[in-house]
């Protein structure tokens, strides 16, 4: 399995904006699967869902926490899926990571297990 390769990262104070990117070889890499989603792990908590888009029609679920803050979109012709997390708040702190998912029932829920997890991408959110 390929892994997928986040990156975008960084410090930003309360209430700024990010962009992540996901890339990847291909995305026909992941015809086996529904969806792209991004998941983030804060310290001392449990892998959560934040988002996912799907990988046929587009369509995209969230995570309640990040609903209207945060946007997920996919360049086709780049192989990369995008979140952009605007209104950022410090709770949104974390490792954010993303993966190929079946189904979206992990896409706003912690738990998804996953063989191929990339080292993910830190964002710090502190004045």
């Known amino acids: 399995q390929v892994q997928l390769v986040e990156s975008g990262g960084g410090l930003v104070q309360p209430g700024g904006s990010l962009r992540l990117s996901c890339a990847a070889s291909r995305f026909t890499d992941y015809d086996d699967y529904d969806a792209i989603g991004w998941f983030r792990q804060a310290p001392g908590k449990e892998r959560e869902g934040v988002s996912c888009i799907s990988t046929n029609d587009g369509s995209t679920v969230y995570a309640s926490s990040v609903t209207g803050r945060f946007t997920i979109s996919r360049d086709n012709a780049k192989n990369t899926v995008y979140l952009q997390m605007n209104s950022l708040k410090p709770e949104d702190t974390a490792v954010y990571y993303c993966?190929?998912?079946?189904?979206?029932?992990?896409?706003?829920?912690?738990?998804?297990?996953?063989?191929?997890w990339g080292q993910g991408t830190r964002v710090t959110v502190s004045s």
């Open positions: 993966a190929p998912v079946l189904g979206n029932y992990y896409c706003s829920r912690s738990g998804y297990e996953y063989a191929y």
